[in-house]
């Protein structure tokens, strides 16, 4: 099939820059050429993506050798298959891909491209792009490219074949003979010569076969929605209903779009000329099929040719049944009827001219930003940048069509060289690129950075050419004189074994297992952990890791835990091991960065009436004087470990504080999953299977349960945590920039929401730690309030819904509470003072992470103070999961509002499957500078390679260096 040539979107928009006619090639297509007649001609220069370099493709449904040859050439990594791709299976493997090659079969809808969270452009390796939502591909700054001829002639072949065949009716003569039954008749047997064919869509294949048909004899009609030159001579008719009156045959060369729905409906159909046939080889939805079948029984229509169907089978060997379109096996028995399984394109000449027009398109796209011939895009190309011309970088910048975007980008632009400049857009959608001259690294980074955190981008893409990797190169080696960059992480021991058990952490466990496969040399896997000679790694759960091994091995283990870190993980440590840190460094960061907190063991709600005279003195002193002069101060109550934050209270009184104890007491096994900042457990299925889960561990950890299930029955000693409710937070509406493509909040209805910011920070040795700059605000369900409550009220009256932000329970949100940080840069600030509303910044964010990383640093300092709570280990590396809540300290001597962060708490084990698939990408970047930056180096065979100088402050593989600290002896080595 083909487009009709009205399809406007080879519209003239472009004209001007280049030819947009489909035989055009693209400059660097043109420029290869010339060269290739005068070698005097300026050579095109390579260039390549900064920072997709291990670009990786999926190709499905077949798609030739060729392309994939193409891609590998490239050095791309790229995962093939002979079937189509369901939804769902889309959905679950599409967010590790850069781009996706499909025919017809593979539908890209908008849940497929919500997943996409890395894919940069979609190949149709067919005419055909009504299998892809090009509309929200558009929106979400992905073109989309099409072959729109090369399998014409194929398509065009078949159709004459077809229309011999049905006036031959000898589909119906061979199938009698393979029956074994002679049946020679020339009754309604037909020449072609002198009949009249219909082509409705005068596009590439319609209008190669009017010229085929026209050789055979017939007369040529065709019905476009467009005037069109006729070739040959063929004569456009000014209806479909005159088309449909004197043609003997009518074919279908239209593409699925709504206005082609059941075309050929029973009116066209009783329309057509007694006798005559249809042929369709487009789309199966352009023929109502069941009036076709009702045409075709009365004798109407003499017989069709189908090759299209509305539902079509993903794999060879499916069958065609009434399962898959309800009227199959009546079609089945009709005479005169053919039927073949969507081969239109399927010769060996169309699959390898669009397998190179394609791949063509797509590699033009990746590596230089053309989107000539994209079908939902904007079309724009630059010229060349040509050998000679060094340190170029090419933007890439796909933004909102909205005002005033190009005068933000021209100011970033300003100071430099802008060697040319090209921008067009398409209904909501433009890109603009432009080739920047004289740049360094600096300036790249600077480039991107700034462009990107316009408030229109959509996506911004910076390629370089190879001499700018040059100068990457250059400073790389200038920090790290001993680093091969052709093989960075040096010589790798012979093999090395791992164990990969993650038992109740599916994603963490196919994550850290890809990771490991990435490595230089590829492990060997084991199942129990054990020293066969070989080196090890034990990357998996704390329970699984055998803790011995790595105590005894220090050169030959390494191990994904420290053994001895409660100073960090446990709540009350925290609380107790920070205070001591601030005692003999009153100055640290931490001072402003940890809620005042109280910790208490409590076994009984009455013992509190002794506490309010001695530990819990001040705090009753601060509640009294808040209640007396009407402060509105709240404290919240914790248990001491983190445990899905059942127990988690708000409250504001000695009275209400009294009540949640006693409530406790009452309520023995109420089995409350509440929500919270302090949980880092997997989700779990259902109450029963927390209340199982926390009794076994209270079994073990008599200290540190859950006060609300147990409370009573344990009779022991609970450890219970108070902090001064922060009641200040920076408040922002994710909904202002909705991520599932609905409508955005208007700013009048803007709503401030309280989140907390996780942030992945990972340990390794003793000890560098490193904060992974992707971090994620995690939002409440509900919009911030200051809890409100009556007197007369329970305390568990109060909704913790506008205060809790941990997402684990609040499934039914999808991801919308889910946002990286910087995704949320441009939103406006809604805590604060109305009267100065202010947009969060990239400057902001990069405030906030500096705060991050400096309190992070602290508190490992503070847990190494604690020699017998953390004991840091050369051999040991570890992920923790941090949050971070950000309190808006409105200025009234500036105009820049004051953010201070405040760590709440720090999990093991972090539960990485809240952050949902349309971030999963963050997670296997993670776990890949996991693998490069803490486990590749121990496996080197070549020590002195491994010594790197990274500086504190420094940011590789998105991980940020926040400590470096000299441990030494305190694990016993
Ligand atoms: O080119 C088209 O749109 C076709 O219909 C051919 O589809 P296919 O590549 O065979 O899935």
Not at 826 to 839: A, F, K, V
Request: glycine share 6%; with cysteine; aromatic share 8%.
């Amino acid at each position: 099939m083909s487009h009709p040539v009205s399809i406007p979107f080879k519209s003239a928009s472009a004209a001007g820059v280049v030819s947009v006619s489909p035989t055009s090639s693209t400059l660097h297509e043109r420029m290869r050429q010339n060269s290739l007649a005068s070698p005097s001609v300026r050579q095109p220069k390579a260039l390549h993506p900064i920072e997709n370099e291990n670009l990786r493709l999926l190709l499905v449904e077949n798609i030739s050798q060729g392309a994939v040859k193409a891609f590998q050439s490239q050095g791309w990594h790229v995962d093939h298959q002979a079937k189509a791709m369901s939804e769902d299976e889309l959905v679950e493997k599409i967010g590790q891909y850069h781009a996706i090659g499909i025919r017809s079969k593979t539908k890209i809808t908008e849940r497929v491209i919500k997943a996409a969270s890395k894919l940069l452009v979609i190949g149709c390796f067919c005419i055909g792009t009504n299998q892809v939502d090009l509309a929200t591909a558009a929106k979400a700054g992905i073109p989309v490219f099409n072959s729109p001829f090369s399998n014409s002639r194929s398509v065009a072949e078949l159709v004459i074949s077809e229309i011999v065949a049905l006036s031959r009716q000898y589909f119906e003569r061979g199938y009698e003979m393979r029956q074994g039954l002679w049946n020679k008749q020339s009754k309604n047997c037909w020449e072609v010569r002198g009949k009249t064919l219909g082509i409705v869509g005068y596009g590439h294949i319609g209008s190669q076969l009017s010229v085929l048909a026209e050789a055979f004899g017939m007369r040529v009609l065709f019905y476009d929605v467009v005037n069109l030159m006729p070739l040959g001579s063929a004569r456009q008719v000014d209806s479909l209903t005159t088309l449909l009156t004197e043609s003997d045959f009518v074919t279908l060369h239209v593409p699925e779009i709504p206005e082609t729905l059941n075309l050929i409906s029973k009116t066209q159909l009783a329309q057509m000329k007694d006798g005559s046939y249809l042929i369709n080889n487009a789309r199966g939805r352009v023929v109502d099929i069941p009036a076709l079948i009702e045409a075709v029984k009365s004798g109407h229509i003499a017989g069709a040719a189908l090759d299209v169907y509305p539902a079509e089978p993903g794999a060879n060997g499916s069958p065609f049944n009434d399962q898959l379109n309800a009227w199959s096996s009546e079609l089945r028995s009709l005479k005169n009827i053919i039927l073949t399984p969507h081969i239109g394109g399927s010769t060996e000449e169309a699959q390898r001219m669009i397998g190179e027009e394609v791949s063509g398109a797509l590699t033009r796209y990746l590596t230089f930003g053309s989107t000539l011939s994209a079908v939902n895009f904007p079309e724009v190309d630059l010229r060349a940048i040509a050998l000679e011309e060094a340190n170029h970088v090419r933007i890439c910048y796909v933004h909102l069509n909205q005002p005033g975007v190009l005068k933000q980008v021209n100011e970033v632009l300003s100071p430099y060289n802008v060697e040319k400049q090209y921008s067009d857009s398409k209904g909501d959608t433009a890109y603009l690129m432009a080739d920047i001259a004289d740049v360094s690294l600096q300036d790249v980074n600077r480039l991107r950075e700034l462009i990107s955190h316009t408030s229109a981008n959509i996506l911004t893409r910076l390629l370089a050419c190879t001499d700018l990797a040059a100068i990457c190169e250059i400073c790389q080696r200038r920090q790290s004189p001993r680093t091969d960059l052709k093989n960075p992480f040096g010589i790798m021991a012979e093999g090395f074994s791992a164990f990969v058990h993650w038992p109740t952490a599916p994603l963490t466990d196919s994550l850290v297992r890809k990771a490991s496969s990435a490595i230089h040399t590829t492990p060997t896997f084991l199942d129990r952990p054990t020293a066969d000679g070989k080196k090890l790694l034990q990357w998996a759960s704390y329970d699984s890791i055998d803790h011995d091994l790595t105590l005894g091995n220090q050169v030959d283990v390494l191990s994904s835990s420290y053994i001895i870190r409660k100073a960090l993980i446990r709540k009350h440590f925290l609380s107790r091991c920070i205070h001591a840190h601030l005692l003999k460094h009153p100055e640290s960061a931490l001072r402003n960065a940890v809620p005042q907190t109280w910790d208490l063991d409590i076994s009984f709600a009455d013992e509190l009436d002794d506490m309010w005279a001695d530990e819990l003195w001040d705090l009753g002193k601060d509640m009294d004087e808040s209640e007396a002069e009407g402060k509105g101060k709240w404290w919240i109550l914790k248990p001491g470990m983190a445990d899905r934050g059942n127990g988690i209270r708000l409250f504001n009184s000695k009275d209400a504080l009294q009540k949640i104890f006693e409530g406790f007491e009452e309520d023995e096994s109420d089995g409350d999953v509440g929500d919270a900042e302090d949980v880092d457990a997997a989700p779990l299925k259902d109450d029963t299977a927390v209340v199982t889960s926390q009794l076994r561990h209270f079994v073990i950890q008599v200290t540190s349960f859950l006060i609300d299930c147990f409370w009573q029955r344990a009779h022991s000693v609970a450890l219970v945590l108070m902090q001064d409710y922060i009641l200040s937070p920076l408040l922002l509406d994710p909904y202002q920039f909705p991520v599932n493509g609905g409508p955005s909040n208007k700013p009048e209805d803007l709503k401030g929401y309280k989140f907390h910011l996780r942030a992945y920070c990972v340990a390794s040795g003793a000890l560098k730690l490193y904060l992974y700059t992707r971090i994620l605000g995690l939002f409440s369900s509900e919009p911030f309030g200051v809890p409100h409550v009556a007197p007369e009220d329970e305390p568990s009256a109060i909704s913790l819904a506008p205060h809790l932000t941990n997402t684990s329970l609040q499934t039914h949100r999808g991801e919308e509470g889910v946002r990286l940080f910087d995704e949320l840069v441009g939103c406006h600030i809604l805590s604060g003072d109305e009267q100065e509303r202010l947009t969060l910044t990239a400057e902001h964010i990069a405030d906030i992470q500096n705060q991050m990383a400096d309190v992070l640093a602290e508190t490992f300092r503070a847990a190494l103070g604690t020699a017998i709570h953390f004991q840091a280990l050369p051999n040991a590396f570890e992920l923790y999961g941090i949050d971070f809540l950000v309190s808006h300290v409105p200025s009234a001597a500036s105009t820049s509002p004051k953010f201070q962060v405040k760590i709440l708490e720090v999990n093991a084990e972090p539960a990485i499957e809240l952050t949902g698939p349309r971030l999963t990408w963050i997670l296997e970047d993670l776990f890949k500078s996991i693998g490069t930056v803490c486990v590749e180096p121990f496996f080197q065979q070549d020590e002195e390679s491994a010594s790197e100088l990274w500086a504190v402050g420094e940011t590789r593989h998105y991980l940020r260096k926040c400590l470096e600290a000299e441990v030494r002896g305190a694990g016993g080595w």
